[in-house]
């Protein structure tokens, strides 16, 4: 169980910085060993699925800002368990812990290089890299978020399947169909989707996990290219644990 006071005596206060099911994971466990949690969302999203103990939302301005947030709040322990794709967040929280003397691990869910397909599927390093290498196909299945969608914008010459979490916020092509949707997504039913609507390549991000997994089986029963997108490297000096139960132990250790 993790210990509500430090080895120096100061009471344990945990920042997890958040937006994924393994960050609600860690502040649910945190909050039923009584230790002070509060956990930080982006705000990209309107209805967030909410973590237990406290919650804040919004940028802390730079690694300047949260340094000092870190300070203000006196946080004993960084857990950041962004995205894998949230890039800038995780370089901030680096920086700003080094800056605040806090101790910082990355929580980072185990990618799908290590998926049973992995070498079936086309991976490349952007977005951008995604669209070039799928630009001969006639009906993609793009799911790789809402925040790069303009980077298909010219793909307006073809029927495009497009699964976001949030609407894109600009007028998508009419050949476009937006299916507004949050996982988990089951094998059958992303089977009965791609079959339904014809598409010849699944276009993802290396987001890992199970939820959004059974896409990448469909399409190989269907015999569809799939391209995904490299992570980006985790900063240099940041600790990385892949579960919750590792992110647990090192918080009390
Ligand atoms: P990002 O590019 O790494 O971060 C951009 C800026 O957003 C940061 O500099 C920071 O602003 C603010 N920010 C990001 N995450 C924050 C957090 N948890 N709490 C407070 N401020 C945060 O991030 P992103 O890729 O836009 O992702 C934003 C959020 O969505 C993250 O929390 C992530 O876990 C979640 N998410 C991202 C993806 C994805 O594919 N990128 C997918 C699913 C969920 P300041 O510099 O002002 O502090």
């Known amino acids: ?34 230790v002070p949690v509060v956990s930080s969302l982006a705000g990209r999203v309107s209805r967030p699925a909410l973590p237990e103990g406290d919650v804040r939302v919004g940028g802390f301005g730079g690694v300047d800002g949260l340094a000092t947030y870190l300070g203000d709040e ?34 980072q869910r185990p990618g799908w290089t290590r998926h049973p397909l992995a070498s079936s599927f086309s991976w490349v390093d952007s977005v951008d890299a995604a669209r070039e290498a799928a630009d001969g196909f006639v009906r993609p299945f793009v799911t790789t978020g809402r925040q790069q969608l303009q980077s298909f914008s010219s793909w307006d010459d073809r029927f495009v399947l497009v699964r976001v979490v949030e609407p894109p916020g600009w007028d998508v092509p009419a050949s476009w169909e937006v299916r507004q949707a949050r996982g ?22 290396d987001s890992g996990g199970a939820l959004t997994e059974p ?20 900063p240099d000096g940041l600790e990385v644990v892949e579960t919750v139960d590792e992110a647990h132990t090192w918080l009390d250790s």
């Not at 946080?75 to 929280?93: E, K, L, M, Q, Y």
């Not at 039913?189 to 276009?203: A, I, T």
């Open 1 to 34: 169980m993790t210990r509500a006071v430090t080895r120096a005596g100061t009471r344990t206060r945990v920042l997890v910085l958040g937006g994924t099911g393994e960050a609600r994971e860690l502040a649910a466990r945190l909050t039923a060993d009584g």
């Open 74 to 107: 006196t946080v004993t322990h960084v857990v950041d368990a962004t995205h894998p794709f949230a890039d800038r967040i995780s370089a901030n929280a680096a920086a700003a812990c080094a800056l605040a003397g806090v101790p910082v691990v990355r929580l």
């Open 184 to 205: 988990p997504f089951g094998l059958d039913d992303e089977l009965d989707l791609m079959r339904s609507r014809r598409v010849d390549v699944l276009l993802t991000k």
């Open 215 to 234: 896409k990448l089986r469909a399409a190989h029963r269907l015999g569809m290219e799939v391209v995904v997108v490299r992570r980006p490297p985790v």
